[in-house]
């Protein structure tokens, strides 16, 4: 099985910033995307950023110019600077990755879609 686990919350200031960790272990022989989504109170979890094994980032409109993306294939992990925060930034966010989960040398393997508890962000005065 795969574990993510996001950290770097918090309660910061608007204007303020950010940096989101999530990594990743477990049978792991590949990642293919890692990305974050968010979920405010009474809200839908949405999409905020996506980054490719290629390196591809993809963002929200919401986000663009605010928030970068970006991983680091040796430690499994993917990361979120987020800047310039706003009140409306306020949610759990979590971690989300597709994996091939499998073990070396075994024939057996799958392609997973794994997705870490959450950490608050808060922004506030």
């Known amino acids: 099985q795969v574990q993510l686990v996001e950290s770097g919350g918090g309660l910061v200031q608007p204007g303020g910033s950010l940096r989101l960790s999530c990594t990743a272990s477990?049978?792991?022989?590949?990642?293919?995307?890692m990305g974050w989504y968010r979920q405010a109170p009474g809200k839908q979890r949405d999409f905020v950023a996506r980054i490719t094994s290629g390196q591809s980032a993809y963002y929200a409109d919401f986000v663009k110019g605010r928030f970068t993306v970006s991983r680091d294939d040796a430690e499994n992990s993917v990361y979120l600077e987020m800047n310039s925060l706003k009140p409306d930034d306020t949610a759990v966010y979590y971690c989300?990755?597709?994996?091939?989960?499998?073990?070396?040398?075994?024939?057996?393997?799958?392609?997973?879609?794994?997705w870490g508890l959450g950490t608050q962000v808060t922004v506030s005065s």
């Open positions: 989300n990755a597709e994996v091939i989960v499998g073990k070396p040398y075994n024939p057996n393997k799958y392609r997973g879609d794994f």
């Open positions: 477990g049978d792991i022989l590949s990642i293919n995307h």
